[in-house]
Structures are given as structure tokens and as C-alpha cells.
């Protein structure tokens, strides 16, 4: 009877929830609707229900279908700094007020992207950081068995009480687009640490992309032998309740119950599912109009040359995936190269960590529309969480500055590898583009400080012949080319650069102040 009771009372508060119209949680006081679209506005009532929404001026009205979800489309707007409301009448009134029309660029990936803005040492940063015209959004956390439709989390205003939780590479991104373009920047952060690329695509994309077909056998195997592995666990449970019940009655101490398998991929226990961060966290916005992609994700897929191949692949199906999911074919995608860690190999080859990975990163370029913001200059030896999000931040923007808003003299990048070809005998040339000026040796002296460095020669070149036995180059600039030589190799054939964990001697950047992609030429 208790039981029958609580569920008549959970049914009539899911009933009584229902019957007042809702807007999804995106819709909410303080946010920013993407500006020169069709502005999609959705919610939840009752079935039959007339809801009425108005932004400003514009007004549309729709009736709700059987499945209890509505939705309307409000003409597209320019980008607007004068605060609006949005209201949504039904069988009762929702008010949303001080809404912006700009751009929403969702902001998702491991920790590195997730790293708030107040754990950045950069107290002025936040000190100086009220500004109405930055807005930020932070999903909550959640691993989901199936597509969800709604999230939790907020809109808050950029300032000093607040930024301190927003994603720091997102913030120094909008704080720069705005500067430059006086837009209104949303910042809607999806976004979990130490989490692989396959959590974040669909799992039809995962399973049925060919090319992914070595993961997805994998995944099908692990999943089917979690599940016998969890009716063993049952049983067990089912033992260990009994067991327990006797122990206590004899007045013994409370047991440990058996521990639940752990779910192959690193994923929590009680959700096992590979792709459940898409279901959790990215499914829910697909409605929502965004700009484009920030993305720093790949420490937990970094690893041989293998895996850097398929990262490619899987980065490319994610993808087309998003860019399905928002309705967007060219939805802008820009990510981080990973940045430099840990102690530096003395093995002139390399091919420690990361290497091939950030390689497969930079070959991540032919993906079309699609940018790099290379880290690999501002790592920390000692963490995997770089303070530095300044620059990261400022180099992401850089491309949208130029694709987005229109910037067309903007340098997006540092140099990355053009071609290789024979030089004089002993000799390899080596050709870049983004050269943004011209080729020089450089290095960071801090948080947004560049410096040339004219009297340090550029390093970080490794050179092989055919024998592929690596020896360390002498570089020297020749106009928009790198010299490259060593008294170890005769007939020089291919070229490696920075390719190590942490290249602390790769400095070649570009006039603009921005460092070179680590490269290989040699064939895997």
C-alpha cells in the first residue's frame, strides 16, 4: 500500500510539472542566441497545448503535438548588444530577461578544456573580466545510456564573481573576439576530463563508420562481455544479501558487498555505454543554434602511430557527426594541439608520447573547415594542466577571427610543413606555410610574451637517410624555407621536428609569434 502510494504521488507531481509550459534549460536569463539564423526556440506542455513565443517584436505561436515537445522558429537577428527578453505563453507565463544575440561557440573536450579560468594564476585576468558582452553556460556532468533531451547548469555574466568557473581557453577566446568585433560571446561548455574522443560521437556514427570498424569489434566485445560479467555480479549480489542477512542476525559485522565490474572504457560503472557523453551532454543542444566548435581533447587517445591514424578518422566522423547533429555542414571546428610535458627525450629520432600524436593532429587539418591552435609551446613539465590558457585561447580565436568574422589579414597559425626536397649535396630544404612574415628561432617568456631570439640557432630538426639512423640537424633560415644538415648524414631524405613528448627545443616560430606544427616525413 505504501508502495502504490508513493507512486500515485509521484505521478501526480510528474503530471502537475507538466501541465505548466517549459522552456529547455539553454533558454534561460543571461543567455546568448546565435545571431543570422532562425532562432529555435523549444520546449515541453501538454499535449494540445497553444504556446506563444515572443522575442522582442517578433511573435509565433504553435500547438503542441502528442509527444509533449514544441518547438518554433523566430526569425534570424544580427548580432545585438541591447538586452532582450524572451516570453512563453501557454497555460502559464515564462519570462527569460537580459538575452543577447551573438555567437555561440560550444566549448568541449577533456580537462584541459573544462579548467576554469580561476585556476589559471592569473588573478588580473579575472580581476578585469566584467564584461556583459561574455556569457557562459557549463553542462553538468552526465554519463546517459540513451539520448537525453534537457541539461542542467546556467547562464552567468562574465565578471569578477563568476568567471573564475568558466572554461579559461573559452574565455580568453571570447575576450579576444569581442575585443576585436564587438560581438556577444556565449561560451556553452560541454566538456569532462579525462575522457576519450569516442565518449563524444553517436553511437551509430562509432559503430558504423568502416574505417572504425578495429574499435567498434572492440567495443561490441567488451560490451558483450561486460554484460556476462554483470549477471555474475548480480548473482553474486543475490548471494552476498543472504549470506549478509545471516551474518547479521548472528550478530556479526556489516561485509563489504561484491564490487560491480568496471565498464571497459573508463566510463562510470552504472552507465555502460561508450558513447554516453553524446547522450548526456551533446545530444540535448542539438536544437540550439552554435557558431562553431572549440575543441581540446587527446591526452587519453594519444599513443602509438596507430591510434594517431585513427584519431584522424575518428576526429573527422565526430566531426561530420556534430555537424549533422546542429544542422551546420561547415560548422567551424578548431582544436588544440597538445602541449609540450613531461621531461624532454635526448633521442635525436624522438617518437616519444605524444609525438604522433600532435603529427596526426597537424595531418587533422585536411579535414575542411576545420583550425589548429598548437599548444606545444606553453606546456609544464609537471602537469598535464598547463596554466597558460592565454595563448591557447587567444590562437583558437585567431582562426575564427579570420574565417568567421572576417578578418582576412589575420595569421591563424605558425608554420606548418609545406614540403620537403633535396638541396645542395648534404642538404635538405624544407618548406612551410603560415610563414606570417617570415621564419625566425623564438620562444615564450611568459603568458602572451613573445620573443624573438636572433642569437640562438633554430633547433629541434632531426634529419635520416635511407638507413632512417636520426641525427640532429643545423638549421638555418633561408627566406620562407629551413636549411637543414648534419655531418652524420650524407644523403638526407627525411625530417623530423619537435617530435618528442616535450620538444623544449623546438623553437621555430613565425614573425606573428606563433610556433611550428611538430612534423614527421618519414613513413610510419
Known sequence: MRRLLSCLGLMWAASAAHADVRLHPLFADHAVL????????????????????????????TTTPASGKWQVSLPKRSASITPASLVVQGKNRVERTDILIGDVWLCSGQSNMEWGLGGCDDPDAIRSSANPLIRHFGVEMLFARDPQETIKG???VAGPSTSGGFTAVGYYFARKVVKET????????SSVGGTNIECWMRQETLLETPVLKPFADRMRTSLTQYQIDLRAWHKAVDAWVKAEAKRVAGGMDVSFPPEQPKFPFGEQAFNPRCVTLHNGMIAPLGNFQVAGVLWYQGENN??????GNQYIEKQRAMITDWRTWFGTPNMPFYSVQLAGWQKQSTDAAGGDGWSEFRDAQRRSLAIPFTGMASAVD????????????????????????????GSKDTVVSGPLLKGVQSGKPGTLLVAFDHVGGGLLAGKMAGRGKFEATPNIPVGGFAIAGDDRVWHRATAAVDGDRIVLSSPGVVAPKFVRYGYRMNPLDANLYNKAGLPASPFRTDPQ
Not at 182 to 189: E, K
Not at 393 to 404: P, Q, Y
Open 34 to 61: 546565435q545571431r543570422d539564423r532562425d532562432i529555435k526556440v523549444f520546449g515541453w506542455a501538454d499535449s494540445g497545448e497553444k504556446v506563444t513565443v515572443s522575442l522582442g517584436s517578433a511573435m509565433v505561436s
Open 154 to 156: 546556467s547562464w552567468a
Open 182 to 189: 564587438g560581438v556577444p560571446i556565449g561560451l556553452l561548455r
Open 302 to 307: 594519444a599513443g602509438n602511430a596507430f591510434e
Open 378 to 405: 606553453v606546456g609544464d613539465i609537471d602537469d598535464i594542466h598547463p596554466k597558460n590558457k592565454l595563448d591557447v585561447g587567444e590562437r583558437m580565436a585567431l582562426w575564427a577571427l579570420r574565417d568567421v568574422y
